[in-house]
């Protein structure tokens, strides 16, 4: 069974940083390209980030390029995300999901609130 945990998520304000962290199980995991996705309250779900099988390569919504950060250890199946400088409109549930895009398996999400 493909399990995804993810954790780390919180309330901070703008400007502050999170460190999201995703525990993969139940699949090869370094066969797979990951993502994060997130959902802001009344919003579709949308695409943040992603990585190769081989974490060589990533990518990024342009709105967060230069501030998030994907990664992942495959020796440990975990996938990372690095949120520094965090604006009000990064408010959402983040999740991490197999593949790349916004239709693979996700995990239960973790909630960021950024807020003053």
């Known amino acids: 069974e493909v399990l995804l945990v993810e954790s780390g998520g919180g309330q901070v304000q703008p400007g502050g940083s999170l460190r999201l962290s995703c525990a993969a199980s139940?699949?090869?995991?370094?066969?797979?390209?990951m993502s994060w996705v997130r959902q802001a309250p009344g919003k579709e779900l949308e695409w943040v980030s992603s990585i190769t099988q081989d974490g060589d390569s990533t990518f990024y919504k342009q709105s967060v390029k230069g501030r998030f950060t994907i990664s992942r250890d495959n020796a440990e199946n975990m996938l990372y995300l690095q949120m520094n400088s965090l604006k009000i409109e990064d408010t959402a549930v983040y999740y991490c999901?197999?593949?790349?895009?916004?239709?693979?398996?996700r995990g239960q999400g973790t909630q960021v609130t950024v807020s003053s």
């Open positions: 139940g699949f090869t995991f370094d066969l797979y390209a």
């Open positions: 999901a197999m593949n790349v895009g916004t239709a693979g398996t």
